[in-house]
């Protein structure tokens, strides 16, 4: 896939989409088959957690811009000496350089809020890391920062009133004043899904999966008036305002992990396939529109996708297995779906979507989706009847599903014939089960039917009652048309 123009450096004009590459997978490939896959997807930018020495090796060359980064564990060492410093810098970083084109050195990961004995010295080890580059007179090419949790900042919305927790200030202060006089970036990991489960509710799943949202859903910061359309954003500003609480007004944001699981426990109801690529193809089409952000339009906040492998070796819930792009023997968890963005997963086939019942979604309102569809949508739901293949489940959801997909394939996928007044959502996840062939499966035609079948009718012989189609049988219900036709418009 092609992630965006290729600018020279980290925090360009021109917003880009990275990967970072974890490893702790039990058939992790090796760095050839890594690069391969990269070069395949036509990713340009990759965060590693280490600086791995084969791997570095086999990405001399390509042309593929990479972050390093010192692990958490050799932290207190390299804060603590610039010999240590500069020893690692020559080991990891001039040792590959210019065949491997290093752009970025990260210093730990989240440390204030996994390693907060190391946070005395971390600034420290940021100045040692780029005297040892300026020494080498690689400091213009190679930035260096450090990656923070979305939970350094505290009072989050609105943004506005965002402030870094000041129990950082000691470090925070002195870290804003180097990356403001290297004309580095604040890395930030941003995770929606996370904002999403710890609400309990609070936070709507359409506003942090960045799917549109109607004007009167918008949040609105008092103070600014700025309207904030997904959690992404709000929590990109609030970085940015709690900067500008500390007096620091220009350095720009670079995220370097965000994500969304694509399984999860019991608990985790919403770590998806759907809701991840979802998340993904949306976030990778909001980063390269290079719209900024609602306080900063048109500043580019170019974002690392967590991740490109699933890490089954992670501890923890069953979602930090689950956020990878591809499984390690390279097959793909899902296929984005990035129509419309101006870029393509080499393996995508976007011709293969689906319009489906969304899991939360009114089942009066999907009743009504299932009825305008067999009816005036003229969408053969013959399938749906008992004994057909369809029937089973035999649910208002699933019925649904069928027949909205069944009209958003008739209308060639049209825009605007999978909505359903908010009920429906496009995937790229095949619903067909058994012996159930959802329309538009496999590049199958569909064919218009005039709909008199099924559709709403006057002919029905209860008292002048509308026939309503119901879980492959029928059965009435009076004034139905009038209310079909105001529930559901396409």
Avoid at 124 to 150: E, G, M, R
Avoid at 227 to 251: G, P
Avoid at 256 to 283: C, F, H, I, Q, R
Avoid at 456 to 465: I, K, M, R, V, W
Wanted: overall charge negative.
């Amino acid at each position: 896939m092609s992630l965006g123009p290729s600018c020279g450096c980290e925090n360009g004009s021109y917003a880009f989409i990275g990967v970072n590459i974890g490893t702790d997978a039990t058939n992790m490939p090796s760095p050839t088959e890594v690069v391969a896959l990269l070069k395949a997807q036509g990713i340009q930018h990759v965060r590693l957690y280490d600086a791995d020495r084969a791997m570095l090796r086999t990405l001399a060359n390509t042309g593929i811009r990479v972050i390093v980064s010192v692990p958490n564990d050799q932290i207190l060492g390299i804060g603590q000496s610039n010999a240590t410093a500069a020893n690692w810098v020559a080991r990891n970083v001039i040792a590959h350089v210019p065949a491997t084109n290093i752009t970025a050195i990260a210093v730990g990961s989240e440390v204030l809020t996994s390693l907060p004995n190391a946070a005395p010295v971390l600034v420290s080890a940021l100045k040692f890391i780029q005297a040892a580059l300026v020494a080498a007179n690689l400091d213009q090419q190679i930035k260096v920062s450090t990656p923070h949790s979305s939970s350094v900042i505290l009072d989050s919305f609105p943004p506005s009133q965002a402030f870094f927790n000041k129990t950082w200030d000691p470090v925070m202060v002195p870290l804003l004043n180097f990356l403001q006089s290297t004309g580095s970036y604040l890395m930030l990991n941003v995770y929606p899904y996370y904002d999403y489960m710890q609400t309990n509710g609070v936070v709507p799943l359409d506003y942090a999966l960045f799917r549109p949202l109607p004007p009167n859903k918008e949040a609105i910061d008092s103070n600014t008036l700025l309207h904030y359309t997904n959690v992404f954003d709000a929590i990109v500003d609030a970085a940015y305002f709690a900067m500008s609480y500390l007096k620091f007004t220009n350095i720009p944001i670079l995220v370097t992990e965000s994500g969304w699981p694509s399984k999860g426990d019991s608990s985790e109801p919403d770590a998806t396939v759907d809701n991840a690529n979802t998340y993904n193809s949306n976030l990778i089409r909001h980063v390269l529109n290079n719209s900024g952000t609602p306080k900063q339009p048109g500043i580019a906040v170019s974002t690392y996708i967590y991740e490109l492998y699933n890490e089954d070796l992670r501890s923890g819930p069953v979602s930090e297995n689950n956020w990878g792009l591809f499984y390690a023997n390279g097959a793909p968890v899902y296929t984005l779906h990035l129509t419309n963005s101006g870029t393509v997963f080499a393996n995508d086939t976007t011709n293969q979507t689906f319009c489906v019942a969304k899991s939360n979604a009114d089942t009066k309102m999907l009743q009504a989706a299932l009825d305008w569809a067999c009816g005036p949508g003229k969408v053969d739901c013959s399938p749906l009847l008992q004994g057909q293949p369809c029937y089973e489940p035999n649910s208002v959801a699933s019925h649904a599903t069928y027949a909205i997909n069944a009209y958003y394939q008739q209308m060639a996928k049209s825009a605007g014939t999978c909505d359903f007044k908010g009920v429906a959502s496009v995937t790229t996840t095949n619903p067909s089960h058994g012996s159930c062939i959802f329309p538009g499966s496999g590049g199958k035609n569909v064919t218009s039917v005039n709909g008199t079948a099924l559709a709403p009718s006057t002919n029905s012989t209860n008292s002048g009652c509308l026939t309503q189609y119901y879980n492959g049988g029928f059965f009435t219900s009076s004034v139905i048309l009038t209310l079909i036709l105001s529930v559901v418009v396409l």
